[in-house]
């Protein structure tokens, strides 16, 4: 069964830092990982997604990486601002029948950035 | 905004009482995910609906039941809600096997 682990689970930092987070995965065998961000009370918006066969993605101030191989994924934000403050999570979509229909997500980092 | 929507935004319901959220899936998408999300936690894979037939499901007792109609809008039905039921539950569509989208959620609180 794939445990989805999120290390650290909160995280406080000012203002214009760069920082990462962390996702371990238990089953290699994925057929891709996605980073979302929720907002308090509010649904996922998705962020990026890396395929298996990929090492990373990027979107403007964001990058994922992907070592499957290990089951680690980060999530490297540059220049945190106050915006950027939500819980992120990650999601693991398995390659296995029946895993393949379900994405598998870690309990997310709540991301606090200060002003 | 993911072009997902879901009827109620908030619901309260009693123990006992059965309920029904509605989901409305993206253009395109043929699939449709639901999950729930206890507080503080991540969401927990409920089922998944293709093409009106039911092809996957997570660690959730029979009571938990769905539909998804030809146009791919879905409802997610819960009987005998117990107080753990309270969540906030999400459902999702995609194009089968690609990324999915999620909608806002409904808040469901069983008193």
């Known amino acids: 069964k794939q445990e989805v682990t999120q290390i650290p689970a909160a995280l406080s930092v000012p203002e214009g830092e760069n920082l990462v987070l962390n996702c371990s995965f238990t089953?290699?065998?994925?057929?891709?990982l996605q980073w979302f961000r929720q907002d308090p009370g509010k649904g996922l918006t998705s962020l990026l997604l890396?395929?298996?066969?990929?090492r990373e993605q990027t979107s403007g101030r964001l990058n994922a990486s992907l070592d499957k191989s290990s089951g680690r994924s980060t999530l490297y934000i540059a220049a945190s601002q106050p915006g950027d403050s939500a819980t992120y999570l990650c999601?693991?979509?398995?390659?296995?029948?029946?895993?393949?229909?379900?994405?598998?997500f870690g309990s997310g980092t709540q991301l606090t950035v200060l002003p | 905004e993911t072009g997902v929507t879901q009827s109620p935004t908030h619901l309260i319901k009693t123990r006992g009482q059965q309920v029904t959220l509605r989901c409305s899936s993206q253009?395109?998408?043929?699939?449709v995910s639901w999950y729930q999300q206890a507080l503080g936690q991540g969401p927990q894979f409920i089922f998944q609906?293709?093409?009106?037939?039911?092809?996957g499901r997570g660690n959730f007792p029979p009571r938990f039941s769905g539909l998804q109609f030809p146009n791919y809008s879905s409802e997610l039905n819960v009987n005998a809600l117990e107080l753990d039921d309270s969540a906030l539950y999400l459902c999702?569509?995609?194009?089968?096997?690609?990324?999915?989208?999620f909608g806002p959620g409904t808040r469901l609180t069983v008193l």
């Open positions: 253009s395109g998408h043929n699939t």
């Open positions: 999702a569509s995609a194009i089968q096997g690609a990324a999915q989208y």
């Open positions: 609906y293709y093409r009106e037939e039911e092809n």
């Open positions: 890396i395929q298996s066969s990929q």
């Open positions: 999601a693991v979509r398995g390659a296995k029948d029946g895993s393949a229909r379900q994405l598998t």
């Open positions: 089953d290699s065998a994925i057929y891709n």
